[in-house]
C-alpha cells in the first residue's frame, strides 16, 4: 500500500519536502519589492539550511571518533568538507548584488544580521570555539538561546578526538581529558608530541587528523570570503546588527580551531 500522511493523502514529493511550506518563506520588506531582497533571503536560507545539515554531521562524527570508527568518522569528516565548500561558493552568488542593489533594502532589515544566526554559532560550539559572548545575543528562553547554553557545557568535536586517541592507545594528558569543556581550546606542547607520534607511525590516525586541519582550513575560507564579501557590499559601514562590521570579521580571521595540529607542521 502507499505510504499516506495524517490526512490519508497519498505521499508525494511535495509533501514530503514541505514545497508548499518552503516556497512560502521568502517574504521580501521592501517596496516593489526590490529585486536583490529575493537573492539575500535565498541565500541566507539555504545557508541555516546547510548549518542544520552540518550540525547533523557532526553529532554523528562525534560518536564515530568515540566509537573508535576510523571509515565513519573519514566519511564523514568528507560529507561535512563537501559542505563547507558549498557555503564557500555560496558567496560568490551573493556577490553579484552589488553595494547599490544592497543598499536598496538595506534599512529594511533593521537590527537583523547574520551575527544572529544560532545555528552559525551553534556549529562553532561544537567544533570547540565557545565564547560566552555569543550567548548574550540570543535570549535564554529562545531556541537558538537554549540550544546554546547547552552546548556551552557539552563536549566538543575536539574532546570527541581526544578520546579517539586515547582509545586508540596514544597518550593524552588526562588534564585535556577531564578539562571544562566550556573552555576555549588551548595548546599543549604533551598533545603535541603525541601527535607527531601519530603523524610519524599511523597512516589511518594521520588521516583524521588531516581531515581535522581540513575542516580548520575550511571554517577560515568560509570567514575569509565572508569577510571579503562585507567589505566589497557595505564597505567600513557598521554592520546592521550593531556589529562593527568588517572590523569585527577581521578579527575573526586567522584563528585556527587546532593551534596543536598546526604546531606540529614546523617539527615533522
Known amino acids: 500500500m502507499p505510504h499516506t500522511d495524517a490526512s490519508d493523502k497519498p505521499l508525494t514529493y511535495s509533501s514530503y519536502l514541505k514545497i508548499d511550506e518552503l516556497l512560502g518563506l521568502q517574504q521580501p520588506l521592501s517596496e516593489g519589492p526590490e529585486h536583490d ?11 541555516e539550511l ?9 553529532r554523528w562524527l562525534q560518536d564515530a571518533l568515540e566509537s573508535n570508527d576510523t571509515p565513519r ?17 555560496q558567496v560568490d552568488v551573493l556577490e553579484t548584488m552589488t553595494p547599490v542593489s544592497f543598499n536598496s533594502f538595506r534599512d529594511r ?27 548574550r545575543h540570543h535570549p535564554a528562553d529562545s531556541p537558538g ?9 557539552a563536549t566538543t ?18 588534564d585535556l581529558l577531564e578539562r571544562d ?13 603525541t601527535l607527531l607520534e601519530v603523524y610519524r607511525k599511523d597512516p589511518q590516525g594521520t588521516m583524521v587528523c588531516e ?28 554592520g546592521t546588527g550593531g556589529s562593527a562590521g568588517t572590523e569585527y570579521l577581521k578579527s575573526t580571521l586567522f584563528k585556527p580551531l587546532y593551534p596543536d595540529l598546526w604546531a606540529i607542521r614546523s617539527y615533522l
Open 37 to 47: 531582497e529575493m537573492l539575500f533571503i535565498v541565500i541566507h536560507q539555504v545557508y
Open 50 to 58: 546547510w548549518f542544520t545539515e552540518v550540525l547533523h554531521e557532526l
Open 73 to 89: 568518522a573519514l566519511g564523514t569528516f568528507k560529507r561535512i568538507l563537501t559542505i563547507l565548500k558549498t557555503l564557500v561558493a
Open 109 to 135: 532589515l533593521e537590527s537583523a544580521s547574520g551575527f544572529q544566526s544560532a545555528q552559525f554559532r551553534e556549529v562553532e560550539f561544537l567544533l570547540g570555539h565557545k565564547d560566552t559572548r555569543m550567548v
Open 145 to 153: 538561546g537554549r540550544r546554546l547554553q547547552e552546548l556551552m557545557a
Open 157 to 174: 568535536l575536539y574532546d570527541s578526538f581526544l578520546r579517539y586517541l586515547a582509545a586508540n592507545d596514544y597518550a593524552v594528558p588526562r
Open 181 to 193: 569543556t566550556s573552555r576555549p581550546i588551548e595548546t599543549s606542547p604533551e598533545l603535541q608530541e
Open 211 to 238: 581531515r581535522l586541519v581540513d575542516l580548520d582550513e575550511g571554517l577560515q575560507e568560509w570567514r575569509y570570503r565572508h569577510v571579503k564579501m562585507v567589505e566589497r557590499t557595505i564597505g567600513t559601514k557598521p
